[in-house]
């Protein structure tokens, strides 16, 4: 089957430090997966962060970034300094939207971010 | 901006309560989806559907029912509710030439006693 394992449920990082949260994919049926990550803010919907549809390409949006690494499958989302207003949920997700009707998207656990001031 | 809606935000229930969640986009999006999230397991997809009268199952579906009556209208039926329901449900949306960009709504609260 086709999964997203994000191994942190929950990571505190203090205002201005850098961050990284981990996510890996697994897929036995989707060719070309789509990778995206999603954030979801107190009392809000989720929102598309950034998105990367092909291997070794790299995401940026709102100072973060994540690079589609085919061989080790992964997508680890990154930031350089973090701020308190980056406290959120962020989700991994996996993608097969290229072909059918069967459009989809698989999501990880989630992470939740705490940005101490 | 893409627009989705969803109704009731908050709703309690007893267990066997009939409930149904609404969701409207009006974005003229061809797909709509219904996920639940819960501690522990993520967002997990109960039903799709890519038009009006189409129905997709996803991959927790048991004891939910959905009808997607227009293009606009996607709704989560609950006939015979749970405690084990009791959930987040977020309702989403996007146009069929979109590469992953869902619009989600800000999510409906349920709890079953």
């Known amino acids: 089957g086709d999964s997203v394992t994000q191994t942190e449920g929950q990571v505190t990082v203090s205002e201005s430090k850098s961050l990284i949260i981990n996510c890996t994919y697994s897929?036995?049926?989707?060719?070309?997966?789509?990778l995206f990550w999603y954030v979801r803010y107190p009392g809000e919907g989720l929102q598309l962060l950034l998105k990367?549809?092909?291997?070794?390409q790299k995401g940026s949006s709102r100072g973060f970034e994540a690079t589609y690494n085919k061989e080790t499958t992964s997508f680890h989302l990154q930031k350089a300094s973090v701020q308190e207003s980056d406290s959120a949920v962020y989700y991994c997700?996996?993608?097969?939207?290229?072909?059918?009707?069967?459009?989809?998207?698989?999501f990880g656990l989630g992470t939740t971010l705490q940005v101490q001031p | 901006e893409a627009a989705v809606t969803q109704s009731p935000r908050n709703k309690v229930t007893v267990t066997g309560g009939n409930v149904t969640l609404s969701c409207r986009q009006t974005?003229?999006?061809?797909?709509m989806y219904w996920y639940r999230q819960d501690t522990g397991h993520g967002l997990r997809l109960i039903h799709y559907?890519?038009?009006?009268?189409?129905?997709q199952i996803g991959d927790v579906p048991d004891g939910y029912k959905a009808t997607r009556t227009t293009q606009e209208d996607f709704f989560l039926l609950l006939e015979l509710a749970s405690p084990s329901q009791t959930s987040l449900y977020f309702c989403?949306?996007?146009?069929?030439?979109?590469?992953?960009?869902?619009?989600f709504g800000e999510g409906s609260k349920l709890t079953v006693l």
């Open positions: 990367v549809i092909t291997a070794g």
């Open positions: 974005n003229s999006h061809n797909y």
């Open positions: 989403a949306s996007i146009r069929r030439a979109n590469t992953g960009q869902l619009y």
């Open positions: 997700a996996l993608g097969d939207l290229g072909t059918g009707n069967t459009r989809k998207l698989i």
């Open positions: 897929t036995t049926s989707i060719a070309y997966p789509n």
């Open positions: 559907s890519y038009g009006a009268g189409n129905l």
